[in-house]
């Protein structure tokens, strides 16, 4: 475990925080008004490996010879001159800091770090940080790089849990959860919604399914799998050459058919790490694999059912169960258009005319309801 501390005067910054890897929502831009909720488990923190926050440079400014460098290979509206690698972290996390309030950027319902670091060391006055808590965005503090530096408080770190232990142990995550809203005359509001994890998992795999289908059709197994899915991919692939087929495959299930060239695989919660298939070399070695966030995959690949009544004798003791079962959204699946951007862009595949078409007409399909 680490703790992270101010290079200006080496106070305390933090509790004692184990990494994990980034989550995919963890630039998301959710609706209009949200109130989401902290992004970052208590205990944990992550690196995002890229620039992120001011300063920014539109597209115009920069040499695409320099954004290839930068792994970015189709246009986007700006891209951040900031330093790479800030860490991310829950609010309650945090220790030894103040709000700068000069710097309270943002204020629509709160604080969205567009000024740059709003808080700064309590003994020192170093400006260290950034508060995150405005509405649509997810509530989290991200510390600055260049300003703090991480203390190993422990001789050794815990291993990462294995595939095997993640299946025992591990959560599925509900396609769907009640969402907040701001703003009301009787205070918050909530209406019940597809999960805006869900929307920017889908967002990612999304572009990777453009990206492994060569401009062919693709399918995807009947189902939630193609609920959220299908429609977006029969909309913006072709019709006609012979489709890709696109499975489930993990921990804990079959290995996948020799004809599947697709795979849509999780991603280990702790390192990282995307799944790949053990033993020999196979049909499956060669198959693209689509990353989904491990609690969406384990969903996907065994969905809890939703029992209205026990199947048999009466309710446990201390048991609560919605009854009838909680209402599903009133609309379409639609995956996040900006977390499909931003990992769009970031793929070799998005070169292809037909792949930079889809991007310069994602407000149209945005329109159409895609995403």
């Not at 309650?92 to 567009?114: H, K, M, Q, W």
């Not at 205070?187 to 920017?200: H, L, N, R, T, V």
Request: proline content about 13%; overall charge negative; aromatic content about 8%.
């Amino acid at each position: 475990m680490f703790v992270f501390m101010c290079v200006g005067c080496g106070a305390r910054l933090t509790t004692p925080l184990s990494q994990v890897a980034l989550p995919v929502h963890a630039h998301q831009k959710y609706g209009n008004g949200s109130q989401l909720p902290v992004l970052m488990e208590s205990g944990t923190f992550a690196v995002d490996p890229e620039p992120w926050g001011p300063p920014w440079r539109t597209w115009e400014e920069i040499d695409q010879d320099e954004a290839a460098a930068r792994g970015i290979y189709a246009p986007v509206y700006a891209l951040s001159d900031g330093a790479p690698g800030a860490i991310v972290i829950a609010p309650g996390d945090t220790r030894g800091t103040v709000l700068i309030p000069e710097r309270g950027g943002g204020y629509c319902c709160g604080l969205d770090g567009a000024d740059g670091p709003n808080m700064a060391c309590e003994a020192c006055g170093l400006p260290v940080a950034s508060r995150i808590d405005d509405c649509s965005l997810w509530q989290a503090v991200w510390l600055a790089p260049n300003a703090v530096r991480r203390r190993p408080i422990d001789d050794a770190e815990a291993a990462p849990l294995s595939w095997a232990e993640l299946m025992t142990e591990g959560k599925g995550m509900p396609p769907f959860e009640p969402i907040a809203t701001w703003g009301s005359r009787l205070g918050s509001d909530q209406w019940w919604s597809w999960s805006p994890q869900w929307e920017a998992a889908a967002g990612q795999a999304l572009a990777h399914l453009l990206a492994a289908s060569e401009g062919r059709p693709v399918t995807v197994p009947s189902g939630l799998i193609a609920e959220v899915f299908q429609r977006a991919l029969d909309a913006l692939l072709p019709a006609g050459p012979p489709a890709r087929r696109a499975v489930l495959a993990g921990p804990g299930g079959p290995a996948p058919d020799a004809d599947a060239g697709v795979l849509l695989v999780p991603v280990h919660p702790q390192t990282g790490e995307t799944w790949t298939p053990a033993g020999p070399a196979g049909p499956a070695a060669s198959a693209y694999p689509v990353p989904l966030p491990f609690g969406v995959w384990l969903w996907l690949a065994f969905p809890e059912p939703h029992l209205p009544v026990p199947a048999s004798g009466g309710m446990p003791d201390g048991v609560l169960r919605d009854n009838p079962p909680a209402l599903r959204p009133p609309h379409l699946f639609r995956a996040d258009s900006g977390t499909f951007q931003h990992t769009l862009v970031r793929l070799p595949a998005a070169r292809s005319p037909w792949l930079r078409e889809i991007l310069e007409n994602l407000t149209p399909h945005m329109r159409a309801r895609l995403f």
